[in-house]
């Protein structure tokens, strides 16, 4: 699985941006899939994340109410909507897919993830 992340930049505090992660090898629909993100000398963590078929969704408690993980199996593209953000929310953003069949607590680890995106910058400032 190959992973395209775009859509990062720059924004000001309380705008909204979307991610977008381009899949190629399999369908986004096939695998389980995630966004995490990674702040200047901070460790990775888990955003949110999509199960495969029905697509269930799991959002990180920081992001919760904010951030919305969605796919578009026609375009076999993963969304990360991002809205009300904060200078906290700056960091590299990073798509992940894995063929494994991810028990629920799984989907937020990441060891648990086999193909990750290059990463997209967001900045969040004034």
């Known amino acids: 699985v190959q992973l395209q992340a775009s859509g990062g930049g720059l924004v000001q505090p309380g705008g909204s941006l979307r991610l977008s992660c381009a899949a190629s090898?399999?369908?986004?629909?096939?695998?389980?899939m995630g966004w995490f993100r990674q702040a200047p000398g901070n460790e990775r963590e888990f955003v949110a994340g999509?199960?495969?078929?029905?697509?269930?969704?799991y959002n990180a408690g920081l992001v919760k109410g904010r951030f919305t993980i969605s796919r578009d199996n026609a375009k076999n593209t993963l969304y990360l909507q991002m809205n009300s953000l904060t200078p906290e929310d700056t960091a590299v953003y990073y798509c992940?897919?894995?063929?494994?069949?991810?028990?629920?607590?799984?989907?937020?680890?990441?060891?648990?993830?086999?193909?990750w995106g290059q990463g997209t910058l967001v900045t969040v400032s004034s």
């Open positions: 999509i199960r495969r078929g029905r697509g269930s969704t």
């Open positions: 090898g399999r369908t986004v629909g096939s695998v389980d």
């Open positions: 992940a897919a894995t063929t494994a069949n991810l028990i629920t607590s799984s989907m937020r680890t990441i060891g648990a993830y086999d193909y």
